[in-house]
């Protein structure tokens, strides 16, 4: 107890370096420990973003491309996939729901993806946790949803209008302002990139892109048909009038049919399906993959992450290697700064030689010294570490989806420090070791 009280006061009488020394380390492990929170909470956030979803598919493109632009909204389709097609498969026997979703427009910035309402009954993030409305309710026609964090950013709520715009950028030249959209609900927020994220119904992107046009020419068309065809028949109307009374109820109820039959868009990005039997997923998977009429990918989401994270593994450990590198410049600057104040601190081991230290306590000194050291920059980085979290996170989830939180310290990172000490321990031995050599050759005098 007595020799830490003296290294205290030996390090308070080098302050100015004892405070370099002390920041260097505590830098390193807010680096060393940072990488690893923000690496696990990645982690954690990627494998909570989707869950209860059996299968997504999409046209032919890579599992992990799927992945990223169906559920986190990066990247684009290669292809899109026809209604029909999607028709198929989520009238499937084994299919026990199903969600569409096109992409391709935005809200400044904020992706845009258009669904039909039962998204927000079968969606599931986290441990099967459900989408809950903090105001509102699913769209309708000419309604929108939006996500916590675009109503916070865009200071948007219950009943204001928004205008989509063409493309996934945050500056867009072509905007759909004719068809502006009311928002009709608020989603809770998910720490998902659900929060990001605006929701419209099919038709409606369907009619910003020209569709309704296209129903209206379609319409007229048929109009004109059925008015010729009308025409004709009333020219033998003496003669057929039973018939075509009858004829012009089954076509009327034919028409209708059709027009209720009309799919909301031509084709979607992907889908989501639910299945009746889990463990089903795979030779449903290996259906899809294998189907002539449309070239498809169907992917597990589970599986894809685990391929997700193996991709990025290798930047993982690069970081790691980083941050270890600059924990060791910063134990290494220590025993410099201790190496070379040795010289200078010959005569007041003597001293304490002179009052009675014998070279086990010189040894115990400095290395009591180097460990305060250590022990007070990892308390220091640990604080700089929280610092940085509590006033970087909101910015890291807006720009990036990822939420760190200021939970307590993992069992992994625990390891970390314990690491940072011994590596302060061991350097600590070299100074220690060339002061009880000094102290054996000084003896209880020293040369000027």
């Known amino acids: 107890m007595q020799v830490i009280k003296l290294a205290f006061a030996s390090l308070l009488s080098r302050k100015s370096n004892a405070i370099l020394t002390l920041l260097a380390i505590a830098i390193s492990v807010m680096l060393l420990l940072g990488v690893e929170r923000v690496s696990q909470e990645t982690r954690t956030g990627f494998a909570n973003t989707i869950s209860g979803t059996d299968l997504i ?4 493109s890579g599992s992990v491309n799927l992945l990223l632009y169906s559920v986190f909204h990066i990247g684009n389709p290669t292809n899109n996939v026809s209604w029909e097609t999607y028709q198929h498969w989520a009238n499937n026997s084994q299919v026990t729901w199903s969600v569409p979703i096109a992409l391709g427009d935005s809200v400044r910035g904020f992706p845009v993806v ?3 309402p039962a998204f927000f009954e079968h969606f599931r993030y986290g441990q099967q946790q459900p989408l809950v409305f903090t105001s509102g309710a699913p769209f309708s026609q000419e309604n929108t949803v939006i996500g916590a964090e675009v109503a916070r950013r865009l200071g948007l709520q219950l009943g204001d209008e928004l205008v989509v715009a063409h493309g996934t950028g945050s500056i867009s030249f072509h905007e759909h302002d004719d068809q502006p959209l009311t928002i009709s609900g608020v989603l809770a927020r ?3 990139p659900v929060d990001q994220a605006i929701y419209i119904s099919l038709r409606d992107l369907d009619i910003m892109h020209g569709g309704q046009a296209h129903d209206d020419h379609d319409h ?8 010729d065809e009308h025409h004709s028949q009333q020219i033998d109307e003496h003669e057929h009038h039973e018939h075509h009374n009858q004829h012009a109820d089954e076509h009327e109820h034919h028409g209708d049919e059709q027009h209720h039959e009309q799919p909301p ?16 997923a795979i030779f449903m998977q290996r259906e899809i993959n294998t189907y002539r009429p449309e070239p498809l990918t169907a992917i597990m989401p589970g599986a894809t992450l685990q391929d997700l994270w193996r991709t990025l593994s290798g930047f993982e450990r690069a970081l790691s290697v980083v941050s270890g590198f600059v924990l060791l410049a910063g134990l290494l600057g220590m025993l410099a700064t ?8 010959r005569r007041e081991m003597a001293v304490l030689r002179s009052i009675g230290a014998g070279p086990g306590t010189i040894f115990t000194l400095l290395v009591s010294e180097t460990i305060v050291l250590t022990l007070a920059g990892i308390a220091v980085g640990i604080g700089m570490l929280y610092g940085f979290i509590f006033a970087l996170a909101p910015y890291i989830q807006s720009n990036f989806g990822v939420v760190v939180e200021l939970g307590g310290i993992s069992s992994a990172e625990w390891l970390r420090v314990a690491i940072v000490l011994g590596a302060g321990f061991v350097i600590s031995l070299i100074p220690a070791w060339q002061a009880y050599r000094n102290s054996l050759t000084d003896g209880l005098s020293m040369r000027l």
């Not at 598919?57 to 032919?60: I, L, P, T």
């Not at 007229?220 to 008015?227: A, F, P, Q």
């Not at 868009?265 to 089903?280: E, N, T």
């Open 265 to 280: 868009i031509p084709s979607v990005s992907a889908f989501m399906l639910g299945l009746q039997s889990r463990p089903r």
């Open 114 to 116: 258009a669904t039909e």
């Open 338 to 345: 201790i190496l070379a104040s040795l010289r200078e601190r």
């Open 220 to 227: 007229n068309h048929d109009h004109e048909h059925h008015g």
């Open 57 to 60: 598919v999409g046209a032919r």
């Open 190 to 192: 998910t720490g998902t």
